[in-house]
């Protein structure tokens, strides 16, 4: 990982904008050679826009150093807990990329894309059964606008049971993703947190005390952040609808139960998925992804605009849902993005999916038992597909912290595990293997952190130094949000 | 079609049947489904029905037939409302193809993601130029979720619970902002001019080039909204601005938009883009990923050295500090399809831009004045307009419509249900920097005879 060419000491401080010079171009652009129409008048138009001109090959190799001081899961092991890094299979980029999909236009008629809808309706089917609830809508574009999706639905079916006005509050357990109290808030919702038990589960009697006519949904991530699975969810499920609230799925750890347990089946009324978590979706440094929100009868009619349904005569096409929530996208979704994840569907099939779910579980309790006793486990159970360990330890005896533990591993080759998350976990260190690691590449996973233990104790100031061999050592943090610097500005080099 | 045969082991899924031995053996379990004891057992396996696994040739052929279920890529089609087919450079998939891009996570540890990170800083100073702001976000998921965003950042800083909307608006982004809007109690108004609004509206909102494709003069609007304290929402298509003129410079507090069309195909609209850029004063309000440039601690690498590096910065604002007072839900949002978007607007360059909407004004003016002289033809304009017109034919809108795709023709949007007099029966026709001119003949050569049939 390191930038090429001349001028690479300080790779960051010249942006494209320094790297250009005027008359330089990229790309060229046709004139016009018919009658020319007048522009409008000069009050509507803009004199210039500063922009950098480099030459074409200039351009790519720009992007490519910038690629270069980047880590993907190509690059290595990417065991970033809580966001399933696993292997991105090519054929999916490559079929995604097909030009009868790719150029469809959104507003094109069902006649026109059956193709695609196609595609969307097989998808939503398989989804269903994955999850046992069989109705679907593809259109959110991440998790967190499934979660919105989902909320959104509870608070219109309260509404048409006129109970949107007492029922106020939603319950979310203090391991949750920060997105699930933001989303309660984003629809007029207020949170109450629920304690996590020693267990690393939902405190059950807490639940119970709390759920009374003001609940509108508990929302659950199911496995939890801690990688464990919530036993009893099911009977929860019946505590909620007996109070009449609604149970909330968080499915981004869904790829640890991939055909083995149902949502449905479990009592939960509304789940959303991230399919470039399990579905193998690209993550591109932070999106797109695509965010399904799925649902039992009850609620099918609130589900956002659109779904995809197949007429008698087997034409697909999108419709609005009855009591539709409405849209939360312009168009219909990620488009691209179900296609690789329809694509990764038909390449694994149920045998495939069961095969990844398990395989994730086994390689997240390979990493637990080989882990063992060199960093503490909070919650010394089995887990699914992760498992958290805590650095309290070296920070309080050696003064190591997490964040140094993880920089250090940087220098192993390694993206760290995720770290500070879930909350509930001192200095947490967040590890989510995947099934598409190979044992030798868990081993070395390990092997590095128990190295990067020890060093702990005989050198601590190499961790507190740490990254030594990235692009870019630490960076001043608190400098950069005190006195924010977040564009390019003429004089800025 | 062959199927994969059942058991043996995935391309995707490298253990094998030893190393599964193996590892059970460490952890002290019989076998994998022992490590799924805490399920409840009665539900645990059930029957769930996919279709079979397919190898990769099969699979290749199968989603090549699903493509091929969809019209022809390549035929004249003339869908705009939203979408626009544009002339992309061909460096700008090559290059977010590369995987250290792609197949990287948001960029939690900045040591080892300044690829991701700086992209993304040179996507921010790009949207400021073009639109004219101080500060940008690193993307939010589409225009229209931007739009509801902003109505909300609206909201908040002047405390006031409705938004209005000028028409004509795109209809998507009118359901997206109501659906938003229920969410966090707000009201939304669509007026049909500035003068519908008062001093109960936290925001007015309008598009550059509005829904019908007429070019906008956003300074009286900004100024309207500031006469009655609220904040002014400009929603401008991107490639236009660059010809138009900044909406900043017209008066704009926050300024959202579409990025998709210069990313890549439309791609059925997603992934889509969504611009979020505002003033400086609004920048501990806003929605999303921001990312900062800053340096090296002193002391952060052993070397002494204090290099240029970026971060993910402001995060007090964002969901996973702030939890249920955070500024929004989002999280992982379109990183990828922002870097797209920043090379073709940079391969382009101030020249580039400026060119291709002016050939991309050019050739839809040519194409409406040929629409317009054939007989039975008219094009209602509204007002001076970029990419989009309407056309008005002999026959009604739908049936024209019809009589086009008949032809192997995509006609435009069918706008005939809209309130404004000059969309009454016309369908919207988009025509662009990428559209060919023989696509453009065999329009004209199909009105022609439709026109001659009616």
């Known amino acids: 990982m390191s930038g090429s060419g001349p001028g690479v000491a300080d790779f960051g401080a010249r942006l494209s904008f320094d790297r250009g010079e005027p008359g330089r171009r990229a790309v060229d652009v046709p004139s016009w050679a018919g009658e020319e129409a007048p522009l409008p008048d000069d009050r509507l138009l803009r004199e210039s826009v500063r922009l950098p001109e480099l030459s074409q090959g200039g351009l790519v190799r720009y992007y490519t150093a910038l690629s270069a001081r980047n880590y993907g899961i190509d690059s290595g092991t990417y065991p970033l807990g809580s966001c399933t890094m696993k292997y991105n299979p090519k054929v999916n980029d490559t079929v995604a990329s097909l030009f009868g999909f790719a150029r469809a236009h959104p507003q094109a008629p069902a006649e026109d894309v059956q193709g695609t809808l196609r595609i969307q309706l097989e998808l939503g089917n398989g989804l269903g059964e994955l999850t046992g609830l069989p109705n679907v809508s593809l259109a959110p574009a991440a998790g967190a606008h499934g979660e919105l999706a989902g909320v959104f639905m509870v608070a219109r079916a309260l509404e048409d049971r006129g109970e949107l006005e007492t029922r106020r509050r939603i319950l979310v357990p203090d391991s949750a993703h920060g997105t699930n109290p933001a989303t309660a808030a984003m629809a007029g919702f207020k949170v109450t947190q629920i304690p996590t038990g020693a267990d690393g589960s939902l405190d059950r009697a807490t639940i119970q005390r709390e759920l009374d006519e003001t609940v509108a949904a508990v929302m659950v991530t199911a496995p939890n952040t801690l990688g464990l699975w919530e036993r009893g969810i099911e009977e929860v499920a019946g505590l909620i609808h007996d109070a009449g609230g609604y149970l909330y799925g968080d499915g981004a750890n869904f790829n640890a139960i991939m055909g083995r347990v149902r949502f449905g089946d479990l009592g939960f009324d509304v789940v959303h998925l991230n399919l470039h978590k399990s579905f193998s979706t690209p993550h591109g440094g932070g999106g797109p992804g695509a965010g399904p929100v799925l649902c039992s009868e009850e609620l099918a009619p609130y589900l956002p605009t659109p779904v995809v349904e197949e007429d008698d005569d087997g034409l697909v096409r999108l419709v609005a849902p009855e009591r539709s929530i409405g849209r939360l996208q312009q168009f219909q979704g990620n488009a691209a993005v179900l296609v690789r994840a329809y694509a990764y569907m038909r390449a694994l099939g149920l045998d495939g999916l069961r095969a990844a779910s398990g395989q994730a579980v086994l390689n997240a309790n390979y990493v637990r038992a080989l882990l063992h006793g060199h960093y503490d486990l909070p919650y010394d159970r089995p887990v699914l597909h992760e498992v958290v360990f805590s650095g309290s330890r070296q920070r309080r005896e050696l003064g190591v912290r997490t964040y140094d533990i993880a920089k250090r591993l940087i220098d192993h080759g390694f993206h760290p595990p995720t770290v500070y998350f879930p909350l509930i976990v001192e200095e947490a260190l967040m590890i989510e293997p995947t099934e598409s690691e190979p044992p030798e590449a868990i081993e070395a996973l390990v092997e590095a952190l128990i190295s990067v233990a020890k060093e702990a104790e005989s050198d601590p100031d190499t961790l507190h130094h740490a990254p030594w061999t990235a692009p870019i050592g630490r960076l001043d943090e608190a400098t950069a949000a005190r006195r924010p610097v977040l564009r390019w500005q003429e004089d800025s080099e | ?454």
């Open chain 2, 1 to 454: 079609m062959s199927s994969r045969s059942s058991g043996s082991p995935h391309p995707y899924i490298p253990a094998t049947g030893a190393d599964r031995a193996r590892m059970l053996e460490r952890i002290g379990a019989p076998d994998v489904g022992a490590l799924f004891a805490d399920l409840p057992a009665a539900m645990r396996d059930p029957a769930i029905h996919l279709p079979p696994a397919l190898p990769e040739p099969e699979l290749i052929a199968l989603m090549e037939e699903l493509a091929g279920a969809n019209a022809d890529p390549w035929r004249p089609d003339f869908l705009g409302a939203g979408a626009y087919r544009r002339s992309i450079p061909v460096i700008t998939a090559f290059l977010i193809g590369r995987s250290e891009f792609a197949t990287s996570y948001t960029p939690y540890q900045p040591e080892i993601s300044q690829g991701t990170l700086q992209a993304a800083f040179e996507y921010q100073s790009v949207v400021c130029e073009l639109t004219g702001m101080d500060v940008s976000n690193a993307g939010l998921y589409d225009v229209a979720s931007a739009t509801a965003e902003a109505c909300l950042l609206a909201a908040r800083v002047t405390k006031r619970r409705i938004v209005a909307l000028l028409e004509p608006i795109h209809p998507g982004t009118v359901e997206v902002v109501r659906a938003y809007a229920r969410g966090a109690g707000l009201r939304v108004d669509t007026v049909p001019s500035p003068e519908a609004i008062g001093e109960e509206h936290a925001c007015l909102v309008a598009q550059q080039p509005d829904f019908l494709g007429t070019i906008v003069d956003l300074e009286p609007l900004a100024a309207a909204a500031h006469g009655v304290g609220a904040l002014f929402v400009a929603v401008a298509d991107p490639f236009a601005l660059g010809l138009l003129r900044a909406p900043g410079d017209a008066g704009a507090d926050i300024v959202t938009g579409e990025g998709r069309d210069l990313a890549g195909p439309p791609n059925y609209g997603g992934p889509s883009l969504g611009l979020f850029a505002a003033r400086t004063k609004y920048l501990r309000q806003m929605p999303g990923r921001i990312v900062g440039r800053t340096r090296e601690l002193a002391d952060g690498n052993g070397r002494g050295e204090e290099r240029t590096g970026y971060v993910l910065t402001l995060q007090a604002r964002e969901q996973f500090i702030r939890r249920e007072r955070a500024t929004s839900n989002v999280s992982t949002a379109q990183a990828l399809i922002a870097v797209a978007f920043t090379i073709t607007v940079q391969a382009l360059g101030p020249n580039g831009m400026r060119e291709s909407a002016v050939l991309c004004y050019q050739r839809a003016h040519d194409a409406a004045s040929r629409i317009a002289a054939l007989p039975g033809y008219e094009t209602p304009e509204r007002g001076p307009w970029f990419q989009e017109f309407l056309v008005r034919g002999p026959i009604p809108a739908a049936e024209l419509a019809a009589r086009l795709a008949a032809r192997g023709i995509g006609a435009g949007l069918d706008v005939s249900a809209r309130p404004e007099p000059e969309a009454r029966d016309a369908l919207l026709f988009a025509v662009t920097e990428a559209t060919p001119e023989a696509h453009v003949d065999a329009l004209i050569g199909a009105l022609a005879e439709i026109g001659g049939e009616a």
